[in-house]
C-alpha cells in the first residue's frame, strides 16, 4: 500500500508540473542557465544553485526545487562542454571527461562526444533517481558507517587513483603529481586549530588557496600556451558527425553505463564526497575492467561514458543523506540544504513525517530534468561544437578573458589572478616533463578533506593507527590503496609476467598431451 502511495506521488508530481506552462518554462530555463554556469570555467553548479536559491526566497517550495534541481543537473553535466571542446573542464566533475573527450574533438569525433556524454548523463540521472526514489533509508544507512578514518583512506584512494590513471608513462608522475596537490591543499590555517601554514605572512592565503581558481589554471593556462605556441587547431569541425549517438555504441557498453551509475549513487550517498570523485572512481574502474585499458587517454567511448553516468548519477546519491539525515553528499547538495531550511523544510529522519510526500516529489523534479537536459543537451550540442571552427589566434584570447573572469568572480578577489598564473606556469612545466595535471587538481580538492579527518581520527583514538585495520569499511580501502600500490611495482609486476608465463606453458602441454 505504501509503495502505491509513493508511485501514485510521484506520477501526480510529474503531470502536474510537466503539464504546467510555467513550470516547464521554468525547468527548461533553469536547465540551460545550468549548462551555461557548467560549461564556463569557474561558474560551478554550487554557484549556479546558491545564486538562484536566494532568488527562491518568497515562491513555493516544489517550483523552488525545480529550478534549483534544474540547475543542479544542467551544471554538472555542461561541464563537458568545455572538457571536450577546449580541454578545460567547466567543473571539477568533468575533468575525468576530458581524458577521452577531447582527444575525440581532435579526431573530428566531437558531436559523437557530446551525444554520448548526453545520453549518459541521462542515464546516470534516471538511475540515481531511482535509487533516490527506493533505496534511499538503505543507502544512507551505509553512509553512516563512515567516519573520520573512512573519510581520509577515501580521499587518499581518490588521489592515488587519479594519479595512478593519468600517468601516461610512469605511474609515479601521477602519483607525485597528486601529492604535489595535497600540499597545496595544507596551505593556509588548519581548520581545527586555525595555525596558518606555508602562509609566509600572506593574508590572503590564510583561507587556504580556491579550487576554482587552481582548476582554471591548470587546466586553462597550459592550454592557451601550447595552443598559441604551436599554432594549434583545438579540433576539426569538418569531419563534424550528428550528436544523437547510434544505439549500437550504447548497447555495446550497457556493462560500462551500469556499473558507473552504481558507482556514482553509491559515492554520492556517502556524505561531503562529490561527482568529482565519482567520476574519477567510475573512469579508474572502466579503464582497469576494459579489455584495451591502452586506448583510455586517446579517445575511448568507455572513458566519456563511464565519467559522465558516474558524475550525474551521483546527483541522486548526493540527495539520499540530504534529504534523510540532513547531511549534504555533495557541495551543490549544501546549497540546496540552504534552499530546503529557507523553505521551512528540514531534511532529516522527520522529514518522512512532517512532509511525506517530499521524497517522491524530489524524485519526480529529477526526473523531469534529466528528460529536460538530454533534450536542451542534443538540441544545443551542434551549436557548442561550431566553437571549434573558430581560428585559435581570435578563440584562445576569449578562452583566456573568460579564465580571468572566472577566477576573479569567485569572491570578486584579484588575488584569486594571482593564484592562477603561477599555478598555471606550474601545470605547464609538469606538463610538458610529462606529468599529469589531473591529480594535481584531484589533490586539492580532496587534501583538506584527507587532512581534516586523518588529524581528526588521530585525535579521537589519542593517536592510535588501530582502528584503520580494526573497522571494516577502512580496513577494505586500506587494503584497496596497498594493492594499487603493490600492483603498480616492478616486482610485482615481473611476478604476475612469470605466473602468466607458467600457466599458458601448462596450457599448452595439455592441450598437445
Request: aromatic residues 10%; glycine residues 12%; proline residues 5%.
Given at each position: 500500500?505504501?509503495?502505491?502511495?509513493?508511485?501514485?506521488?510521484?506520477?501526480?508530481?510529474?503531470?502536474?508540473?510537466?503539464?504546467?506552462?510555467?513550470?516547464?518554462?521554468?525547468?527548461?530555463?533553469?536547465?540551460?542557465?545550468?549548462?551555461?554556469?557548467?560549461?564556463?570555467?569557474?561558474?560551478?553548479?554550487?554557484?549556479?544553485?546558491?545564486?538562484?536559491?536566494?532568488?527562491?526566497?518568497?515562491?513555493?517550495?516544489?517550483?523552488?526545487?525545480?529550478?534549483?534541481?534544474?540547475?543542479?543537473?544542467?551544471?554538472?553535466?555542461?561541464?563537458?562542454?568545455?572538457?571536450?571542446?577546449?580541454?578545460?573542464?567547466?567543473?571539477?566533475?568533468?575533468?575525468?571527461?576530458?581524458?577521452?573527450?577531447?582527444?575525440?574533438?581532435?579526431?573530428?569525433?566531437?558531436?559523437?562526444?557530446?551525444?554520448?556524454?548526453?545520453?549518459?548523463?541521462?542515464?546516470?540521472?534516471?538511475?540515481?533517481?531511482?535509487?533516490?526514489?527506493?533505496?534511499?533509508?538503505?543507502?544512507?544507512?551505509?553512509?553512516?558507517?563512515?567516519?573520520?578514518?573512512?573519510?581520509?583512506?577515501?580521499?587518499?584512494?581518490?588521489?592515488?587513483?587519479?594519479?595512478?590513471?593519468?600517468?601516461?608513462?610512469?605511474?609515479?608522475?601521477?602519483?607525485?603529481?597528486?601529492?604535489?596537490?595535497?600540499?597545496?591543499?595544507?596551505?593556509?590555517?588548519?581548520?581545527?586549530?586555525?595555525?596558518?601554514?606555508?602562509?609566509?605572512?600572506?593574508?590572503?592565503?590564510?583561507?587556504?588557496?580556491?579550487v576554482v581558481p587552481v582548476l582554471i589554471g591548470a587546466?586553462?593556462?597550459?592550454?592557451?600556451?601550447?595552443?598559441?605556441?604551436?599554432?594549434?587547431?583545438?579540433?576539426?569541425?569538418?569531419?563534424?558527425?550528428?550528436?544523437?549517438?547510434?544505439?549500437?555504441?550504447?548497447?555495446?557498453?550497457?556493462?560500462?553505463?551500469?556499473?558507473?551509475?552504481?558507482?556514482?549513487?553509491?559515492?554520492?550517498?556517502?556524505?561531503?564526497?562529490?561527482?568529482?570523485?565519482?567520476?574519477?572512481?567510475?573512469?579508474?574502474?572502466?579503464k582497469k575492467a576494459s579489455k584495451n585499458p591502452e586506448?583510455?587517454?586517446?579517445?575511448?567511448?568507455e572513458g566519456v561514458i563511464a565519467s559522465e553516468t558516474?558524475?550525474?548519477?551521483?546527483?541522486?546519491?548526493?540527495?539520499?543523506?540530504?534529504?534523510?539525515?540532513?547531511?549534504?553528499?555533495?557541495?551543490?547538495?549544501?546549497?540546496?540544504?540552504?534552499?530546503?531550511?529557507?523553505?521551512?523544510?528540514?531534511?532529516?529522519?522527520?522529514?518522512?513525517?512532517?512532509?511525506?510526500?517530499?521524497?517522491?516529489?524530489?524524485?519526480?523534479?529529477?526526473?523531469?530534468?534529466?528528460?529536460?537536459?538530454?533534450?536542451?543537451?542534443?538540441?544545443?550540442?551542434?551549436?557548442?561544437?561550431?566553437?571549434?571552427?573558430?581560428?585559435?589566434?581570435?578563440?584562445?584570447?576569449?578562452?583566456?578573458?573568460?579564465?580571468?573572469?572566472?577566477?576573479?568572480?569567485?569572491?570578486?578577489?584579484?588575488?584569486?589572478?594571482?593564484?592562477?598564473?603561477?599555478?598555471?606556469?606550474?601545470?605547464?612545466?609538469?606538463?610538458?616533463?610529462?606529468?599529469?595535471?589531473?591529480?594535481?587538481?584531484?589533490?586539492?580538492?580532496?587534501?583538506?578533506?584527507?587532512?581534516?579527518?586523518?588529524?581528526?581520527?588521530?585525535?579521537?583514538?589519542?593517536?592510535?593507527?588501530?582502528?584503520?585495520?580494526?573497522?571494516?569499511?577502512?580496513?577494505?580501502?586500506?587494503?584497496?590503496?596497498?594493492?594499487?600500490?603493490?600492483?603498480?611495482?616492478?616486482?610485482?609486476?615481473?611476478?604476475?609476467?612469470?605466473?602468466?608465463?607458467?600457466?599458458?606453458?601448462?596450457?599448452?602441454?595439455?592441450?598437445?598431451?
Amino acid at each position: 500500500m505504501f509503495i502505491l502511495e509513493q508511485i501514485w506521488d510521484f506520477y501526480v508530481t510529474v503531470f502536474t508540473t510537466a503539464f504546467n506552462l510555467e513550470n516547464a518554462l521554468l525547468l527548461f530555463g533553469s536547465v540551460i542557465l545550468g549548462i551555461i554556469f557548467g560549461a564556463m570555467p569557474g561558474l560551478t553548479a554550487t554557484l549556479g544553485v546558491g545564486l538562484l536559491t536566494t532568488l527562491t526566497y518568497g515562491i513555493n517550495t516544489t517550483t523552488a526545487m525545480i529550478t534549483l534541481l534544474g540547475m543542479y543537473v544542467g551544471a554538472v553535466y555542461g561541464g563537458s562542454y568545455g572538457s571536450i571542446c577546449v580541454n578545460i573542464p567547466g567543473t571539477a566533475a568533468a575533468a575525468a571527461t576530458a581524458m577521452d573527450g577531447y582527444p575525440l574533438a581532435c579526431k573530428g569525433e566531437a558531436g559523437r562526444a557530446l551525444g554520448l556524454t548526453t545520453t549518459a548523463s541521462f542515464i546516470g540521472t534516471m538511475v540515481g533517481m531511482f535509487f533516490l526514489a527506493l533505496f534511499a533509508p538503505l543507502i544512507a544507512k551505509l553512509a553512516l558507517q563512515f567516519t573520520s578514518f573512512e573519510f581520509f583512506l577515501l580521499a587518499f584512494f581518490g588521489i592515488m587513483i587519479s594519479g595512478g590513471l593519468t600517468g601516461q608513462d610512469l605511474v609515479y608522475k601521477g602519483w607525485i603529481s597528486g601529492l604535489i596537490g595535497l600540499f597545496l591543499a595544507l596551505i593556509g590555517r588548519d581548520h581545527l586549530q586555525f595555525f596558518p601554514r606555508f602562509t609566509f605572512g600572506i593574508s590572503e592565503l590564510d583561507g587556504g588557496l580556491e579550487v576554482v581558481p587552481v582548476l582554471i589554471g591548470a587546466f586553462g593556462i597550459p592550454q592557451i600556451i601550447q595552443v598559441i605556441r604551436d599554432q594549434l587547431s583545438v579540433g576539426e569541425a569538418k569531419k563534424f558527425q550528428r550528436v544523437v549517438p547510434e544505439l549500437r555504441i550504447i548497447v555495446r557498453r550497457i556493462k560500462t553505463i551500469v556499473r558507473s551509475a552504481l558507482i556514482g549513487v553509491g559515492i554520492g550517498a556517502v556524505p561531503g564526497i562529490g561527482e568529482d570523485i565519482a567520476a574519477w572512481v567510475s573512469y579508474g574502474t572502466a579503464k582497469k575492467a576494459s579489455k584495451n585499458p591502452e586506448a583510455f587517454g586517446k579517445g575511448a567511448y568507455e572513458g566519456v561514458i563511464a565519467s559522465e553516468t558516474a558524475n550525474n548519477a551521483c546527483i541522486g546519491g548526493a540527495i539520499i543523506p540530504l534529504l534523510t539525515l540532513g547531511i549534504p553528499g555533495s557541495p551543490p547538495a549544501v546549497m540546496l540544504l540552504g534552499a530546503l531550511m529557507i523553505h521551512n523544510v528540514t531534511p532529516g529522519p522527520m522529514l518522512s513525517i512532517e512532509h511525506p510526500h517530499f521524497i517522491m516529489e524530489m524524485t519526480a523534479i529529477l526526473c523531469l530534468a534529466s528528460f529536460a537536459m538530454l533534450i536542451c543537451g542534443l538540441v544545443l550540442a551542434k551549436q557548442v561544437v561550431k566553437v571549434l571552427r573558430i581560428p585559435p589566434p581570435i578563440f584562445m584570447p576569449v578562452v583566456l578573458a573568460l579564465c580571468v573572469i572566472g577566477s576573479y568572480a569567485l569572491g570578486t578577489k584579484v588575488f584569486n589572478l594571482y593564484l592562477m598564473v603561477p599555478v598555471g606556469i606550474l601545470a605547464y612545466f609538469m606538463q610538458s616533463m610529462g606529468y599529469p595535471i589531473a591529480p594535481l587538481v584531484i589533490g586539492v580538492i580532496l587534501g583538506p578533506m584527507a587532512d581534516e579527518n586523518i588529524r581528526r581520527a588521530l585525535m579521537v583514538s589519542q593517536g592510535s593507527f588501530l582502528p584503520f585495520f580494526t573497522r571494516p569499511v577502512a580496513l577494505m580501502l586500506l587494503l584497496i590503496i596497498v594493492w594499487m600500490f603493490v600492483s603498480q611495482m616492478p616486482f610485482y609486476k615481473r611476478f604476475t609476467a612469470w605466473l602468466k608465463g607458467k600457466i599458458f606453458k601448462k596450457k599448452i602441454t595439455e592441450s598437445t598431451i
